[in-house]
Every structure is written in structure tokens, then in C-alpha cells.
């Protein structure tokens, strides 16, 4: 299935480009070296550097946040090299590399597999709902200027409510107390979770959605295509669930950015490329910084 999305995306792509490449007169080379060539590359690299760092440091900060509200107190500073190893292995796979904290956190402070992995369930579950309420945000500010198809934002939206609904009142309302699925352990800190560790968790993570829109706007025009804070709003949660498919270089995303802006299918397709795989690289590079540490803690690793 994912093999068959990948291959369906790369060939979107490449018949994309080289459709605008033949009505310039080049060759898809030709083509895409102009496109790379006309990239204000300074300004970019320090903003997405600023960019990741800042990620990693409210990223870490949701996590450990998040285990002192269900599992145990465990310091920021001891959560940094835990996040930071695993962005090596989202390079690959996001849920994977959420698998690895389970295990390192299961290794190093001895907290139980099934509450670590219950842990990273409602991270997950958090994340979906995050980026549905800010493309909802998204699209009540500037749906009339959204391609038809966004119209469905807001059916989806009622529909992901009520579902939520649902959930907290079937895993902390009174009804459900004897069920055998709600007591399952891996449902731990659904059973733990309040309407406010919801909220506290889209409030934590926010900032990085707001600073996405900035950054990803600005980054545009170093590309060459001006698109204002507000249209990128509705787009970006959708593009950032696109981005968690497990496609190769983030195939999903990139030709996200060309269904998008088709009128510059270039420029668009250079900056969906760069922009999340520096995003992915960079932040595996935090996690070889803290590899020996995390070694260290894991193994016993004396190494430098």
C-alpha cells in the first residue's frame, strides 16, 4: 500500500516537472538547476536551524510534560537525549522512532512497555486532533480563498468533535467503568486523561503551528513564490499530515506543495524537498549529538 503511494507520488511528480520543463524549453535537469540556482540559501539554512531547534526544545518539553502527568516525574533535561536519539530513527518511520522512546524509557527509568506505549498512543491521538482544530482555525479565516476540496474541512472537523466526545466520555465517564476494552492497560493514560491535559497539550504545541506558518511563508519567498501567513494556516496542518505518511525524501508532502500551487510546479516541488527533509536530517543530526549519551545511559556505553 505505502509502496504503491510512493510510486504514485513520484510519478505525479516527475511528470509534473517535466511538463513545465518542456514549456521552457529544457530538459528536467536544466530546468530544476534554475529552480535551485534562484534559492536565497543563507537566510534559509539559519532560519530552518532556528526553526528545528525550536521544535526539538517545545517537542521535548510536550513529552516530558506529558509523563509527569501519567507515569512519573522525569526531568526535561533526562527527556532530551530520549527524544532526540528517536528523531533518528523517524528518519524512516515517525511512529517508529515513538517506539524507540517506549523502549529507552522502559530501559532506562524502568517504566512499564504497556505505559510508555500508552504514553505515545495519546501523543498520537493529541497530535491528529491538534492539527484538525488548527486547520479548522485555518479555513474559518481563509476557506474562501481554498481550493473546493477544503470544504471538507469542516464536515470533518464536526465528525472528529463528536468523536472525541465519545472517547473521553467512554474511557473517564461513569458508564463504561467494568469495560473490558476501557481497562485494557494500553488505555492507561486515556483513563488518566482530563479535558485539560487535552487542552494543555494543544496549548504546548501551538507554538510550533503558529511558527510553522512564518516560517514556511518566508522560507516560500526564498523559493521565489510569495504566499502570505494566512493562506499557509488551513494548508499546513493538511501538508503536515501528508508528511507524516511513511513515503520516501517525504514524497506524500512534496506533492502536496504541487497539488497546492500547481502554477509553480518547480519551485514548489525544490521547496517540499528541502524543506521537510532538512527538517527530518537536521533533527537526526540533534540525535547523533546525543547518541553517545543515550548509549551511555542505555548500555553502559564508555565511548566517546
Known sequence: M??????????????RLNGAALREGMTLIEYMLVVFAAVNWIPWLLMMTGYCLFY?????????????????????TDILPIRASAYIISMFNEQIGKGAMAFYLNRRDQVPGWEVTSLMLFIMFCEIFYLLVWATIGFSIGG???????GLVQYIAIGGALFF?????????????NNRIRN??????????????YGAFFLLRSPLLIAAVFVYSTALGFFGVQVSSMTLLPLLPVIFFAATVPTPMRAAAITSWIILFPENEGEMAAFGFLQHNFFILFNAVIGLMFLPRANKELFGNKSN
Request: hydrophobic share 55%.
Open 165 to 177: 466526545i465519545l472517547w473521553v466520555f467512554f474511557f473517564r465517564g461513569p458508564l463504561f467503568q
Open 2 to 15: 505505502l509502496f504503491g503511494i510512493a510510486i504514485a507520488c513520484f510519478y505525479y511528480i516527475y511528470t
Open 56 to 76: 526539538f526544545s517545545i517537542d521535548t518539553l510536550i513529552i516530558t510534560r506529558a509523563l509527569n502527568w501519567f507515569i512519573k516525574d522525569i526531568k526535561y
Open 144 to 150: 474562501q480563498d481554498l481550493p473546493e476540496v477544503f
Open 184 to 197: 485494557l492497560e494500553i488505555f492507561h493514560a486515556f483513563r488518566l486523561a482530563k479535558l485539560k491535559h
